[in-house]
């Protein structure tokens, strides 16, 4: 018993190397210094407009900085002085192309200089000449002047900023043509515009050619209207709206080509297509219309005149399609023009009187007898203002002179055309007034084309191989490089006028 004592006191007296297993034990100490002393409380920034106000200085730039460099560039354009001059045989002085590169020493350095630097005899008459100006003229003589310097004179018109948006691709300009010639017009057969599509319906009453671009409706009978790019090849279909239960009797581009108006002969209402927005609207119609078959729009696009039932013209806003006002005529209208000079209206029907009213006023200022019409189905004045022609019931065509509709009772025509035999539904000058055409949906191939102002008829056109039936609308493009005649076959037929622009 004593010595398990003795050993136990031994042993526990004896220091061990043996390293603890376990968990650490940390010292109280350190633990209170690391954790429990108080936190720093970070800083925060606070807000300096000054500060702010040149950082952006710095990475943005001052506006007046913007100004500043504007006039120094304005300054520096004209103040340029390193652009030769280069003096003609005759003394004048013409400008070239600005020098891309100087070097200083072109200047000083002469024939007889380059010779003793290169030790070789250079032939020349001239030893205090420029070396450069020896060098140039050699040169010329043995190469001549490459294309890459020849100088290009850019008018000042065509330098023009419109007339370079106008010369974009879906954009056009109006071509300087010469003098069309008589007797036989120079036209081609193209891929008919709704050959895609035919699905207009059977009478394809409205065709009408963008004002701006390469651009042109089609719509008919069956409510259906489609959009296509001309190009005589394709013409590929753009968009097609269709109109369920509204048969179409006109469609007309309306706001500098950006809106349609669709109307039928059955329904008091229309129906608005906006091109840039792609949506259709409806419109209802004033008190007092219950259709728009016929309705023409004046040359600056402000206003509209619908015929009615019984003798009205109503006169719309092409923006609103607000009444503005309401004509009357003694006999039914049937026909209705404006005058290029947005001043006049003029109106025929039923009887042989045209009506001419002054837009101003909203009164008839003068009535002109129509010699040997009893009714009348379509009126056309020339773009020019200089020619005025009426279509009969009975298949007459009167030319007159617009000054002498509206200044005397009986006006004398200037040809009475006498080609077709059936009532004259469609009349249409071309946009350089050289070309009337005249045709009538009531017999097949009624379509001819009278050359102003020899007054002759094409005769080479329609030929025995032309196929029209019944042709219904025409109209021409606006640059007259286009002709399209629609009919009742579901066809709007293309035509290429090739003493005219490409549109």
């Known amino acids: 018993m004593r010595r398990k004592n003795k050993l136990k006191r031994d042993h526990e007296a004896k220091p061990t190397n043996k390293i603890r297993k376990g968990k650490p034990k940390f010292s109280k100490t350190l633990y209170t210094q690391k954790f429990k002393a108080p936190l720093k409380k970070t800083r925060r920034n606070e807000y300096d407009p000054n500060e702010e106000a ?19 560039d304005e300054e520096s354009i004209e103040n340029k002085t390193n652009v030769t001059e280069i003096e003609n045989i005759d003394g004048s002085k013409k400008h070239s192309k600005e020098v891309a590169w100087v070097d200083e020493d072109d200047a000083t350095c002469l024939v007889k200089d380059a010779a003793k630097l290169k030790d070789q005899k250079i032939n020349t008459d001239a030893p205090g000449k420029l070396y450069k100006d020896y060098l140039q003229h050699k040169y010329t003589q043995l190469v001549g002047t490459p294309k890459w310097a020849e100088l290009k004179r850019v008018d000042k018109e065509s330098d023009d900023l419109d007339d370079e948006i106008l010369k974009h691709s879906c954009y056009l300009e109006k071509p300087k043509v010469k003098n069309l010639p008589k007797d036989i017009i120079d036209i081609k057969t193209l891929t008919a515009i709704n050959k895609q599509t035919h699905t207009e319906g059977p009478i394809v009453s409205s065709v009408e ?18 959009l296509f790019q001309i190009d005589g090849i394709e013409n590929n279909k ?15 581009f309306l706001q500098e080509g950006t809106e349609i108006l669709i109307g039928s002969q059955y329904y008091p209402y229309s129906h608005s297509y906006n091109l840039i927005s792609g949506k259709t609207y409806k ?42 006002s309401t004509l009357k005529m ?17 109106t025929h029907g039923d009887g042989s009187e045209m009506y001419i009213w002054d837009l101003n006023s909203r009164e008839c200022i003068h009535r002109a007898i129509d010699d040997g019409c009893l009714t009348c189905e379509s009126i056309a004045v020339s773009p020019s203002g200089q020619f005025l022609a009426t279509g009969s019931r009975e298949g007459v065509v009167n030319l007159y002179e617009t000054k002498t509709v509206l200044q005397d009772r009986i006006p004398v ?44 008829i094409f005769s080479n056109y329609p030929s025995f191989q032309t196929n029209l039936t019944m042709p219904e609308t025409i109209n021409f493009s606006p640059s007259s490089g286009y002709l399209s005649i629609s009919n009742r076959s579901f066809s709007a037929f293309l035509y290429r006028l090739k003493h005219y622009g490409n549109y």
């Open 54 to 72: 040149r950082l952006e200085k710095i990475v943005f730039g001052d506006t007046s900085d913007i100004i500043n460099n504007l006039e120094s």
């Open 209 to 226: 050619f963008h004002p701006t671009s390469t651009v042109a409706l089609v719509a008919g009978s069956s409510g259906i209207l489609s």
């Open 238 to 252: 753009l968009a097609t709206m269709q109109y369920k239960k509204f048969p179409i009797s006109t469609a007309k």
């Open 283 to 324: 419109i209802l119609l004033p008190h007092g219309m219950t259709n728009m078959q016929k309705c023409e729009v004046s040359p600056d696009g402000k206003l509209l005149a619908v015929c009615g039932r019984s003798g009205e013209i109503y006169l719309l806003t092409s923006s609103s399609k607000e009444l503005v």
């Open 330 to 346: 003694n006999t039914k209208c049937r026909a209705v023009v404006f005058t290029p000079d947005n001043k006049t209206l003029i």
């Open 413 to 456: 025509p200037l040809k009475i055309v006498l080609n077709l035999v059936t009532s004259i539904t469609s009349l249409k000058f071309n946009p350089y007034s050289e070309i009337l055409a005249m045709a009538s949906n009531k017999k097949h191939n009624a379509f001819k084309m009278m050359h102003l102002p020899s007054f002759t």
